[in-house]
């Protein structure tokens, strides 16, 4: 689902960083403003754009009127109005009477005025919530979001709980024995860690197909060895054709045709979907270390396909 995040404030970023944190932990695809690149459009319009794109418009006021469009009504405002228009489901949150919060974050005259007609129009078309901290407002948005998708019978919405499943998760993996054995698992590792993880468990196959193809270079030898050892003429094998000697012949192809050319296909296979889903990030979220992850992973794609031949 597309979640829009508004709100009458660009101050406190403390508290639309929470609630960007907790609708990600809902695996929402959010529209906030500081997660967009550079638009050719003016900002009014992609706002309003992206609204109406959007299924659920979260409204956050506390006590300014927010930025003002020419039209003198602030962008809060105006995108209220248009997930209205586009019947589109809001959710009202406003920042109590008895927040503590600095005098300059506080409008006055006619922004107080345009402010408290706005509240009034809020409060008359919904169920709000009060919010009086960041971790409080982020608390009811996630709560808030993950309650009307039930009610709306969003599919997947009995998953949405993601912090309760891999808890739940992590306990099962608890309850292998014995706990020396048990595989690897770390249920708080990001999407990054994880591919990062299955790039090291692929170079372990292939080094593992390395192993599997020495020894088989080495098993005439050894079959040769150990015939000379229990007595028997190892000069008779000569008189049997290669490809009936199923101790030398077994696996030859699997060997040095099939899994080279599936350990290929799955390099390729993981760098493309490294790309992808760092470019995917990336468009909403700005972090220095996917820019730099996405180069890597744009590298080793490149590297993947040029050494990408098919052994036939």
Not at 114 to 136: D, I, Y
């Amino acid at each position: 689902m597309r979640v829009f995040l508004g709100s009458t404030f660009e101050d406190l970023k403390s508290h639309r960083r929470r609630v960007i944190d907790g609708l990600k932990a809902l695996g929402m695809h959010i529209e906030a403003m500081e997660l967009w690149w550079a638009q050719p459009e003016d900002p009014v319009s992609v706002c309003l754009s992206r609204v109406r794109e959007s299924d659920i418009y979260i409204c956050v006021v506390a006590w300014r009127y927010g930025s003002l469009a020419e039209d003198q009504r602030s962008y809060t405002q105006l995108e209220y109005e248009a997930a209205r228009q586009a019947s589109r489901d809001c959710l009202v949150f406003l920042m109590r009477d008895d927040y503590r919060i600095r005098p300059e974050y506080v409008d006055k005259g006619d922004a107080a005025s345009r402010l408290a007609a706005f509240r009034q129009v809020l409060l008359g078309n919904h169920h709000c919530l009060g919010f009086g901290s960041p971790a409080e407002l982020a608390h009811q948005v996630v709560e808030s979001v993950r309650n009307l998708m039930r009610e709306r019978r969003v599919p997947g919405a009995e998953a949405v709980d993601m912090a309760q499943f891999w808890s739940k998760l992590h306990a099962v993996w608890q309850t292998v024995e014995p706990e020396e054995l048990r595989m690897e698992f770390n249920a708080q590792a990001d999407a990054l860690e994880l591919l990062s993880a299955l790039h090291q468990q692929l170079e372990g196959i292939s080094g593992f197909e390395d192993q599997i193809a020495k020894s088989h270079d080495l098993l005439e030898a050894d079959l040769t060895g150990l015939l000379t050892r229990a007595g028997y003429d190892p000069g008779r094998l000569s008189e049997v054709p290669y490809y009936e000697n199923p101790l030398i012949n077994r696996d030859w192809e699997w060997i040095n045709l099939g899994l080279p050319n599936m350990l290929t296909s799955c390099r390729i296979l993981l760098a493309q979907l490294r790309v992808k889903w760092l470019e995917l990030m990336i468009q909403t979220q700005e972090r220095d270390d996917l820019r730099h992850a996405l180069e890597e992973a744009k590298q080793h794609l490149e590297d993947a396909v040029r050494e990408g031949r098919y052994i036939d």
